[in-house]
């Protein structure tokens, strides 16, 4: 198939990457030259395990090329939609300016028999409203939702090889058309027997939001108990593994910390929450609004638990903070709650110093008032606290005897409770984690 991904962000560069991958024509187009100079080398623009690689190989094929201009997706017959849809600066609404240009620019462009596919996510509704206006245009091009669930930092193995697929299409002689071309799209997988869920348009975008709005609902709750294990001396690693062998419940998503952050979770529950109350059903979802408040206040804990340790106030007390991505093995600082953390300390005085495998580039642009330092053990020079905020694995690995002479004071919170509590604690450690005694 000949394909064109609109928008080459953490979902759209590895979805045309991934493409070519599985033998289709591809052309990735974005409006960010940079970024698309940057992807026509060979190098993703950011930290992506197995992407890079993957990139060089696909170029190499020659069936992936880069383009700033829309006219390059003409003869495509599959248009993905990959852009961005953040919150809004004013409300905690989707801002669909970027998927409503790249669908306008593509429609203009598209071949009379293509398909554009959305993989946007979006507030339910939206498809529908595009669909109408595209039959404004032509009736020769149609359009599809197909929801997409990568994870970062497996963002490559996701779209390989996904869990489940997702069409909604156009209940017609239409829709059974657009499924034809997805299929063909995602042939390999189909054949390997991935579960393919064909639906109408509002269940596919619903289908995307309320899985992460699931997802976020499991951290928060396991975060909220973890605040009454906080008071009661019971363990939330050890409640966490006892009803996680449930399968009803399951373990997966049940790690009690500083809570979830990134491009994704915050801000769709959120958006979420905005289109039901536009539906004059807020109701239904003001339950997400908790899960939001519970999330936010880990990192409040964290930050009440730093100024306890520190007898009472931070100010002008180092504080080294391990992690600045919203998650390991990946360079994302969105809504990072390693990075509200280390703000919130900064903004009470104290002397932070932060560092990270990846993120560090990303998080000086976002804060330039922080200071950084590209190693543990630079980072961990006469740090009087240290705060585990990103579980990278070398951060689990850390040996607590050997930097025990590095820093000034032997106090850590292990803000996911990644690390063995006994064994900094007989290393001479004052040893914090979220939820446990
Ligand atoms: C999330 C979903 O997991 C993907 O399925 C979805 O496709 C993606 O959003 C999206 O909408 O694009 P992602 O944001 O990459 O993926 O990261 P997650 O692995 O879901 O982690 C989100 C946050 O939750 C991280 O900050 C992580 O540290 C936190 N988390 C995760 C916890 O605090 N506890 C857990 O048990 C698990």
Redesign the pocket.
Same mark, same amino acid.
Do not use: H, M, Q
């Given at each position: 198939m000949r394909i064109s991904v609109i928008g080459c962000g953490y979902?759209g560069a590895v979805h045309a990457v991934a493409m070519t991958e599985l033998g289709h024509d591809v052309v990735g187009i974005d409006v960010d030259a940079t970024r698309i100079a940057s992807l026509s080398e060979g190098t993703a623009p950011f930290f992506e395990p197995e992407l890079d690689p993957l990139l060089k190989s696909a170029l190499q094929s020659g069936r992936l090329r880069f383009s700033t201009v829309a006219a390059a997706a003409s003869d495509a017959d599959v248009h993905f939609l990959a852009v961005g849809t953040p919150q809004k600066p004013d409300s905690h609404s989707a801002d669909l300016t970027f998927v409503d240009a790249a669908f306008a620019a593509v429609a203009a462009v598209a071949k009379p028999g293509s398909l554009i596919a959305g993989k946007s996510?979006v507030p339910v509704g939206t498809a529908e409203r595009l669909a109408k206006d595209l039959a404004t245009l032509t009736s020769e091009v149609s359009l599809a939702w197909n929801p *997409?669930? @990568? +994870? *970062? #930092?497996f963002a490559v193995r /996701?779209t390989l090889e996904p869990d489940r697929i997702v069409y909604g299409v156009e209940t017609s002689a239409q829709g059974e058309k657009d499924v034809a071309k997805l299929d063909a799209v995602y042939h390999e997988a189909i054949k390997a027997g991935t579960p393919r869920l064909i639906t109408n348009f509002a269940t596919s975008e619903l289908v %995307?939001v309320s &899985?992460?709005a699931f @997802?976020a609902t %499991?951290?928060s709750f396991?975060?909220a108990i973890g605040e009454i294990a906080d008071i009661t001396g019971a363990d939330i690693t050890e409640l966490a593994d006892a009803i996680g062998h449930d399968v009803r419940i399951g373990r +997966?998503? @049940?790690? &009690? #910390?500083?809570?979830?952050? #990134? #491009?994704?979770?915050p801000k /769709?529950i959120r958006a979420f929450a905005a289109r039901a109350e536009e539906l004059g059903r807020a109701s239904s979802l003001a339950f997400l609004n908790e899960v939001d408040a519970i999330n936010l206040r880990q990192r409040q804990r964290v930050v009440d638990l730093a100024v306890e340790l520190l007898g009472g106030s931070v100010n002008q007390r180092r504080v080294a903070i391990l992690g600045v991505a919203? %998650?390991p093995n $990946?360079d994302d600082v969105r809504d $990072?709650?390693a990075l509200a953390v280390a703000v919130q300390l900064k903004g009470l005085g104290a002397d932070v110093v932060a560092t990270d495998p990846e993120g560090i580039d990303n998080a000086r642009r976002q804060h330039p008032q922080l200071s950084y330092e590209p190693s543990v053990e630079s980072a961990l020079d006469g740090a009087e606290l240290v705060i585990l905020v990103? *579980?990278w694995q070398e951060y689990r690995e850390i040996d607590p005897v050997s930097i025990g002479s590095i820093v000034a004071g032997r106090i850590i919170i292990d803000g +996911?409770n990644a690390l063995d509590p006994s064994r900094w604690r007989e290393s001479g450690w004052t040893y914090r984690g979220l939820g446990r005694p």
């Open positions: 979902l996510t *997409e669930f @990568l +994870r *970062e #930092g /996701d %995307k &899985a992460n @997802l %499991k951290i396991i975060n +997966r998503f @049940l790690n &009690a #910390g500083v809570g979830f952050g #990134g #491009g994704c979770l /769709d919203f %998650k $990946s $990072s709650p990103t *579980e +996911r």
